[in-house]
């Protein structure tokens, strides 16, 4: 019914846009050459971070698949080359976030390398082969040709290597560029630029402490002619004498118990950096044997460090999708984190009803806030509590499941450790928001809520009373509430069951309250039972086999009286509460159901042919409102809408269901992705372009805030225009709430804010420079004028005061001095001191 229909309604102006999420430790980190700012790959762009603030500053957009390798130019420091799966590479100006020219290779990239030695060419890391089993890649290079459009084709290539490793980690430039080393299994090759000749070194696949000896990562000494290499038994080789074939050497470092994932030179050549799952930076000291130091428990695995050219900070990206800043002193100096995503996400998609951020998996133990808003990590809250130990096959306890009550007052959480064995353990935990802390705090922990796991749980919908229910597989439903302590009989607010509740032995599957909390409704395999939460009377049962529930979700404002369901056999039904009768199914392979909490509005993700669309539609009209066809190329199992702070107005018909709510989706490659209108982004444009700004002084949001549009308002304040002050402070009101409701901790520095105000009290040596040079010529014209004139000008001011006498009084003349300040201060811009003027009561 639902495909049949999806012709009727177009997807119109609504586009799928990334929103953040995206991993930034997918390729090593690059540091400035003044080590203020830090590159990274983030999905289809580059994010830069100031490495003083952690805060990110913008992003480098124009790649359409996702961004692969990232370098800065050898010609100019300001610049970095963006390499990408759609084929193309990108020259930016990072500092400005501006695009300067496109070369088009036309295969898809996997990595990219530059070298001082090599000007105006590239190394790209590429695959030629067709099938992904048999896959190969080789380096190619390829001169940049020089030219005045912006887009310019570069398509040939000149092999350096036919067969390297799929790992761009172990490929590595030494000595600036006079050789490249390629590690791939068990063959440590090197190809010298100038003799154009490739020596290759063999180990064995195992030594005799049966060590693993393929290679893994690999790093060349700036200075000196060495090699690193890092190997999966954890041990560091240092390769010398390798332009000799048979007189090579190396010698052997070893501290990490597992694969070492990285390894990076300081500039100086004087330490090696390494790092791999024990989550442990180590530097080694070169020429000193195995003298090194170490800084532990920096959080998820290393996978890449990297070191600023002028050797003062290194940057660590890590497997929970953070980059450790750390200075040149071995300290943490600050940390960059991105949304956690991890390998899979246990927990639904929530918003916390307080901080209005987004909620679900964060490091091992913990829950993450993220703000949608800002696509910054705010803080994790620590559930386990239990420090975490990173080692492969090791069983922990993990944050499986979680949910909000309606006002953010509560937080209930399950975690699990043994869930492939039989040894099953888990608690459930019930999390107080704490006013005076501003967080929460843990209120009660249950070891044995239930004899089997948790498999689902809600809280009521009331902000009357407050309810959990959860639903385990060993065939019953639970009620807690809060009550008092029994054995201090105080009333501590702790919560404790209140009800036990089954179905025929029939294991639950899920469970939800409808919006006024009046009803329960607790699926059992194939069977839906309603419950009164107030005496816990089983009302009514509904079934429409076959196949086992999966999901449901009650309907809301003037759709109330339905339930939806989904079925494990590809059906979602719609059935009517006031007849008990099944209104209306169709056939749907619905991988995830959502329920906008301000409208009637549901969406169902329905995953097929290799692809996922999306329908919106209303549980009282079986055809859906909205249709947007291949929306990813994956299931998509985790959604939510997230209420807006401002509604959106004058959206087209097919759009009005994203006026109260946006809707966002994660997807399996740890993508967040939302919808976005063509007519929001024009009127955030039109905004934008209200406020009238000179072209000659700089844009700052302390402009905005007291510039020339304060002019204009003072302008139109006239009295043939007495309402049109009002338009004006509707227009300049984005600014000042961005400005005076961002929270103080966050907003940028006062020379940031305010650098016009800053810079006009400030002598610029460019401007005292000219004003000398121009004065120096001045004052040469002035000294031939005087020369000259000197004994007429004396004679004629004589004159003129015996003429005057006693009637007038003598005008003071200023001198050249005087007169060169007073052209000055005319110059001088004080529109800044207008706005605080007009705004003065």
Not at 102 to 117: D, H, N, Q, R, W
Request: aromatic residues 10%; charged residues 20%.
């Amino acid at each position: 019914m639902f495909r049949e229909a999806k012709n009727m309604v177009e997807r119109s102006d609504i586009r799928v846009v990334r929103c953040g999420g995206s991993k930034i430790n997918f390729r090593p980190p690059i540091i400035s050459n003044d080590s203020r700012f830090v590159l990274c790959v983030s999905g289809d762009s580059v994010k830069v971070y100031s490495t003083r603030t952690e805060e990110w500053l913008h992003s480098l957009q124009g790649h359409t698949k996702q961004v692969t390798g990232i370098a800065f130019n050898p010609a100019n420091h300001l610049q970095v080359y963006s390499c990408s799966a759609d084929g193309t590479v990108k020259l930016w100006d990072f500092i400005d976030g501006i695009l300067i020219k496109t070369f088009i290779i036309g295969s898809p990239l996997f990595a990219l390398y530059v070298s001082k030695e090599h000007e105006g060419v590239i190394f790209l890391h590429l695959s030629k082969g067709t099938h992904h089993k048999n896959e190969c890649f080789q380096l190619v290079s390829t001169h940049l040709p020089k030219s005045a459009d912006q887009e310019v084709e570069a398509k040939e290539l000149s092999v350096v290597s036919s067969h390297i490793s799929p790992n761009p980690s172990c490929t590595a430039f030494g000595r600036g560029g006079e050789y490249i080393a390629f590690a791939r299994k068990l063959q440590l090759d090197v190809y010298f630029f100038r003799k154009q000749k490739t020596y290759s070194f063999y180990l064995k696949a195992t030594d005799k402490k049966g060590a693993k000896n393929a290679f893994t990562c690999i790093a060349c000494n700036p200075t000196d002619d060495c090699i690193a290499t890092g190997h999966e038994d954890g041990k560091i080789r240092l390769w010398r004498n390798f332009n000799h074939k048979k007189e090579y050497t190396y010698s052997t470092l070893h501290w990490h118990h597992n694969a070492v994932n990285t390894l990076c030179f300081t500039p100086e050549g004087t330490n090696l950096l390494s790092g791999g799952i024990e989550s442990v930076l180590v530097q080694w000291q070169c020429g000193a044997g195995s003298k090194k130091d170490v800084l532990p428990r920096l959080g998820g695995s290393i996978l890449h460090v990297s070191a600023s050219p002028d050797g003062q900070l290194f940057c660590v990206s890590h497997s929970d999708n953070k980059i450790t800043v750390i200075e040149d002193g071995f300290k943490v100096s600050g940390l960059i984190q991105g949304l956690v995503t991890g390998d899979t996400v246990l927990t639904d998609l929530m918003i916390d009803p307080r901080s209005k951020a987004l909620v679900l998996n964060g490091k091992p133990g913990h829950l993450q806030f993220y703000s949608l808003l800002r696509d910054k990590h705010l803080y994790n809250l620590d559930i386990v509590q239990q420090e975490y130990i990173y080692e492969a096959g090791l069983d922990q306890f993990e944050v499986v499941k979680a949910v909000f009550d309606v006002k953010g007052s509560w937080l209930a959480t399950v975690e699990e450790r043994g869930r492939e064995s039989s040894d099953l353990e888990f608690f459930l935990k019930l999390w107080a928001f704490d006013e005076t802390t501003q967080s929460f705090v843990l209120n009660t922990s249950i070891s044995a809520a239930h004899t089997d796991r948790i498999i689902s749980m809600c809280f009521s919908s009331s902000e009357e009373t407050t309810m959990l229910v959860t639903t385990a597989e060993d065939s019953q439903f639970k009620a807690w509430c809060q009550g008092a302590d029994a054995d201090t009989q105080q009333d501590q607010n702790f919560w404790s069951c209140d009800f036990v509740g089954s179905y025929h032995n029939l294991k639950p599957t899920n469970c939800t309250f409808s919006a006024d909390s009046s009803l329960l409704a607790v699926s059992f395999q194939e069977v839906v039972t309603v419950w009164s939460p107030d005496t816990w009377e089983l009302l009514t049962t509904l079934c429409q086999p076959p196949g086992q529930i999966r999901d449901l979700c009650f309907g809301r404002l003037s759709c109330s009286k339905y339930l939806l369901g989904t079925t494990t056999k590809n059906l979602l039904c719609c059935w009517n509460l006031l007849t008990c009768a099944l209104e209306w199914s169709t056939s749907l392979e619905v991988s995830k159901l959502q329920a906008d909490p301000l409208s009637e509005n549901v969406a169902a993700f329905s995953y097929q042919s290799k692809h996922t669309d999306l329908f919106v539609f209303k549980p009282s009209e079986p055809l859906p409102l909205f249709t947007h066809e291949k929306v990813c190329s994956e299931k998509v199992h985790r959604a939510i809408f997230v209420p807006r702070e401002e509604l959106l107005n004058g959206c087209d018909e097919r759009c009005q269901w994203l006026n109260g709510s946006q809707l966002y989706f994660l997807t399996q490659n740890m993508d967040l992705m939302t919808f976005s209108m063509a007519t929001e982004e024009d009127r955030m444009l039109s905004s934008s372009k209200r406020l009238v700004i000179d072209d000659s002084i700089a844009v700052t949001p302390f402009y905005l805030l007291l510039g020339k549009h304060r002019q204009q308002q003072q302008k139109l304040n006239t009295p043939s225009h007495p309402a049109a002050d009002k338009p004006q402070q509707k227009q300049s009101s984005v600014s000042i709430k961005q400005l005076l409701h961002t929270p103080a901790h966050v907003l940028p520095a006062a020379s940031v804010l305010c650098s016009m105000f800053v810079n006009s009290l400030l002598i610029s040596n460019t401007g005292v420079r000219e004003e000398m040079e121009s004065s120096e010529q001045e004052m040469d014209s002035e000294k031939e004028e005087e020369d000259s004139e000197g004994e007429m000008e004396t004679r004629d001011s004589q004159q003129d005061l015996r003429a005057q006498g006693s009637v007038d009084e003598v005008t003071p003349k200023l001198s050249k001095a005087q007169e060169r300040e007073l052209k000055r201060v005319r110059k001088t811009d004080f529109s800044w001191m207008t706005g605080l003027i007009v705004s003065k009561p």
